[in-house]
């Protein structure tokens, strides 16, 4: 009754539980386009919350989190580290 047939990716026609179906587990993965990662970086510059996005966009906070991750600007980081070098704290 509550139950789905998947679509058939690779030639599965597994059959999604009640509990499936109704917490979206078991989704096929897909990209994030430009126009969410456009969002993803102009709400977290205005501050918002990698679970305010994900429900924004309509992801998980772990994709939002690996993106932020991925693209992340290392210029603060290098920055840092080169006033750590100078200052003689950190060691090539």
């Known amino acids: 009754m509550g139950e789905k047939l998947l679509p058939p990716y ?7 539980c009640d509990i499936c179906v109704l917490t979206k587990k078991h989704t096929q993965m897909q990209h994030l386009n430009e126009s969410q990662r456009y969002t993803i970086y102009r709400m977290r510059k205005d501050k918002k919350t990698q679970s305010e996005i994900a429900r924004y966009i309509g992801v998980s906070q772990a994709t939002v989190s690996k993106e932020l991750n991925r693209n992340a600007d290392t210029t603060e ?10 200052k003689g704290y950190a060691k090539l």
């Open 10 to 16: 690779g030639g599965s026609n597994r059959k999604k």
């Open 77 to 86: 980081r290098l920055k840092k580290t080169v006033e750590a070098l100078k």
